[in-house]
């Protein structure tokens, strides 16, 4: 009888010890990188053919989508690998926890105040208009959305030496508000629209003139680990955006042609622009990021 | 009538007079070569070191303990001028985990002249190239070819025959360096002594 206690006791020690091991291992996985290292935590540094890490913030600018100027108030992180440059441009890996891009919905100055739906449109659709959009209580937000972290491509070079596409990423725009419903974007992941963001000057169609951006102030941290441009503003004023799909939910066929007239989609190339500015971008080899850890148990 | 003409004249003559006065002494401003005080007539080789010439971009400095360098001087209507021909180096390293795999010269020559900023002069070399791979893997310029690019300013010591550059010869001559789109900073001294027909003779500048 003695025995058995005995036996239960020690069942029960391996299992708290198991459990605290469990826990300490938890504990040391988000813990392992230090300094100015921590924020590559959700690059892939371990996939193969990874051999940097980005971790990008923007805390500037506008983007100016057909008749639409949406400052960027809220900042948007991108935060991935990349490997080796092919041919200049470097393939993008996704952050370990799918959020390469962060979704910071931005407001839309005025929201869509001045929506005015067509006089033959059905009465439930004139008063939902006017509720949703004639007053300034319920605004509209525009969120960045990646449509593909792999698609996106990098050339570091480009990026540091004002030439170039520096970063080339397909995106969608989403807007919010209770009467557009949770689909409604601007692009998809087969349509997206292509940013091509340059740290020099641009050559867009007309009207649009050329803008130009920066590289910032390079900076070298943690003995020439990491590379930081601080400041940096990559522009892109020459891309086309589509129409706008998803609007109003089952009501889209109304509610589509209404936002797509008042932003004045779809905007052909030269009426649109991002321009992002107060970037922090830090760039860092998967082998640092790689012996860091390891020597951080 | 005749008097306002004449004192016209007169006035215009000398206001004429002072400029071209004024456009020579800005012409002999710009200094000449010289040897054992006489101006340099034809032209003569510049062979030398510097000792620990090193670029700095903030956080990394890449230093070559080696800086040989070989310029071609003359005088053009008074004026110094000079070709820089060569420019190995050598022992090149970082204060940071990055080695320097190679470090090129590009584009030589360079053109050179001498100039004189507020009665002291200086040597201005222009369309500086130098191409600098760094490796290791940790370094995060690993295999990444950086390209310096831009002018030199160094002041000019007669006493010591030798040319210093670093940010106040840069700023007095308004040259500048960039890498990455910015600013780099070059420090050396290098010394200013003649290796073909005027061996062993006081260089000066003036």
Redesign the interface.
């Known amino acids: 009888m003695p025995k058995k206690r005995n036996s239960t006791r020690v069942v029960c020690m391996a299992l708290c010890a198991a459990a605290l091991a469990t826990l300490a291992l938890a504990g040391n996985a988000s813990a392992k990188l230090v300094g100015e290292f921590t924020k590559f935590q959700q690059c892939p540094w371990t996939t193969e053919g990874v051999n ?1 890490c980005l971790y990008s913030v923007t805390a500037g600018g506008e983007v100016v989508l057909g008749t639409k100027k949406v400052p960027v108030e809220k900042s948007v992180t991108i935060q991935g690998g990349f490997a ?1 440059p092919v041919e200049g441009f470097s393939k993008f890996f996704a952050a370990k926890n799918g959020e390469t891009m962060s979704k910071a919905a931005q407001n839309v100055p005025g929201g869509l105040l001045g929506i005015v739906p067509p006089e033959k449109s059905p009465a439930l659709v004139k008063a939902l208009s006017a509720f949703f959009f004639e007053n300034a209580l319920t605004g509209v937000t525009s969120t960045l959305e990646l449509t593909s972290a792999s698609e996106i491509k990098v050339s ?2 480009n990026l ?3 030439e170039g596409v520096a970063l080339k990423m397909p995106i969608k725009v989403h807007l919010e508000n209770p009467f557009l419903g949770k689909s409604c974007y601007v692009g998809s992941s087969g349509s997206p629209i292509i940013w091509e963001l340059t ?1 020099g000057i641009t050559s867009p169609t007309k009207p649009n003139e050329p803008i130009e951006g ?2 910032g ?5 943690e ?5 930081r441009l601080n400041e940096a503003v990559l522009v892109d004023n020459n891309w086309s955006a589509p129409a706008a799909s998803g609007c109003g939910g089952i009501l889209s066929f109304l509610v589509n042609p209404i936002i797509n007239g008042q932003i004045g989609l779809p905007s052909a190339k030269g009426k649109n622009a991002a321009i992002l500015k107060k970037n922090t971008i830090s ?3 998967a ?2 990021v790689k ?1 860091v850890d390891s020597e951080n148990p | 009538m005749k008097r306002n003409a004449t004192k016209t004249l007169l006035v215009g003559a000398l206001a004429a007079l002072a400029i071209s006065a004024l456009f020579a002494a800005s012409a002999n401003a710009a200094p000449a070569w010289r040897f054992n005080g006489t101006e340099l007539s034809g032209s003569e080789t510049i062979l030398g070191g510097a000792e620990k010439s090193g670029l700095k971009v903030k956080g990394m400095t890449t230093t070559c303990d080696n800086f040989l360098y070989k310029i071609t001087i003359s005088n053009k209507s008074g004026t110094g001028e000079g070709s820089v021909t060569e420019l190995p180096l050598y022992n090149c390293y970082t204060d940071t985990v990055c080695t320097v795999s190679a470090i090129t010269p590009e584009a030589l020559p360079w053109p050179s002249n001498l100039t004189s900023v507020s009665g002291t002069p200086y040597i201005v070399i222009k369309n500086v190239k130098v191409g600098i791979l760094y490796g290791n893997e940790e370094c995060v310029l690993d295999g990444f070819l950086v390209s310096v690019t831009g002018s030199a300013g160094g002041l000019i010591s007669n006493a010591s025959e030798n040319a210093t550059f670093n940010s106040s010869s840069f700023t007095a001559t308004g040259t500048k360096l960039s890498a990455f789109g910015e600013k780099v900073e070059w420090t050396g001294v290098f010394p200013t002594e003649a290796f073909q027909w005027h061996r062993e003779q006081a260089l000066s500048v003036s």
């Open positions: 940097k080796k570091e070079v540091a030496s004002k740290t920066s590289s102030t390079v900076e070298f941290l003995s020439g680990r990491i590379l760039i860092s080899t082998t640092a012996k």
